[in-house]
């Protein structure tokens, strides 16, 4: 039955990924985004990732909404029309292939063998107490082990965003044509 639930959920987020790639009005963009990025969310819950489910819909369809949302206002709601080339096509399945290659060497989901389930687990269950202070281990992962990976992650959605309104700040809004 997971199974099932992972597989149209997959399914879903491809759907919505098409739908985003023909779309051509960037507020509808925008919507199915943060729609991506909930349902990516729901993914992740399933797959027992609460934390990365929560960061997601956080960042993902709540900060990065926004800042697309204030960067509509200050553009055109509408994508410009231009010539499709194979350039672009290429990098993506490039990249893509070389993404799907860099997995071949990762074990398998849930390996109990996996490097993570013999060094990295036991030294959290075992040390997180007295090392961080805190009774439960999640927390004490979350807040204090990874806790410099979130304020990265913070710091590169700040960064972005002030880079896009400095970007866009200076020209006058362009208004849509009727």
């Given at each position: 039955?997971?199974?099932?639930?992972?597989?149209?959920?997959?399914?879903?987020?491809?759907?919505?990924?098409?739908?985003?790639?023909?779309l051509?009005?960037?507020?509808a963009?925008?919507?199915?985004?943060?729609?991506?990025?909930?349902?990516?969310?729901?993914?992740?819950?399933?797959?027992?990732?609460?934390?990365?489910?929560?960061?997601?819909?956080?960042?993902?369809?709540?900060?990065?909404?926004?800042?697309?949302?204030?960067?509509?206002?200050?553009?055109?709601?509408?994508?410009?029309?231009?010539?499709?080339?194979?350039?672009?096509?290429?990098?993506?399945?490039?990249?893509?292939?070389?993404?799907?290659?860099?997995?071949?060497?990762?074990?398998?989901?849930?390996?109990?063998?996996?490097?993570?389930?013999?060094h990295?687990?036991p030294?959290?269950?075992?040390?997180?107490?007295?090392e961080?202070?805190?009774?439960?281990?999640?927390?004490?992962?979350?807040?204090?082990?990874?806790?410099?990976?979130?304020?990265?992650?913070?710091?590169?959605?700040?960064?972005?965003?002030?880079?896009?309104?400095?970007?866009l700040?200076?020209?006058?809004?362009?208004?849509?044509?009727?």
């Open positions: 039955m997971t199974e099932l639930i992972d597989l149209s959920l997959l399914l879903f987020l491809a759907g919505i990924a098409v739908a985003v790639a023909r051509r009005n960037l507020l963009v925008v919507v199915f985004m943060g729609f991506y990025s909930l349902v990516s969310a729901a993914l992740f819950t399933v797959l027992d990732a609460v934390d990365v489910a929560f960061t997601e819909a956080a960042v993902g369809a709540g900060v990065s909404t926004v800042i697309l949302l204030g960067t509509l206002l200050l553009t055109t709601r509408r994508e410009k029309s231009g010539h499709p080339t194979v350039v672009p096509f290429l990098v993506v399945v490039i990249t893509g292939a070389a993404l799907v290659f860099a997995t071949l060497d990762m074990p398998r989901y849930g390996d109990p063998g996996a490097p993570v389930h013999q990295v687990a030294r959290y269950i075992e040390r997180s107490g007295e961080i202070g805190v009774p439960n281990i999640v927390t004490s992962v979350l807040a204090s082990y990874r806790g410099y990976d979130t304020l990265g992650e913070l710091t590169v959605i700040f960064t972005a965003g002030v880079g896009v309104l400095l970007l700040g200076g020209r006058p809004r362009a208004r849509d044509a009727p």
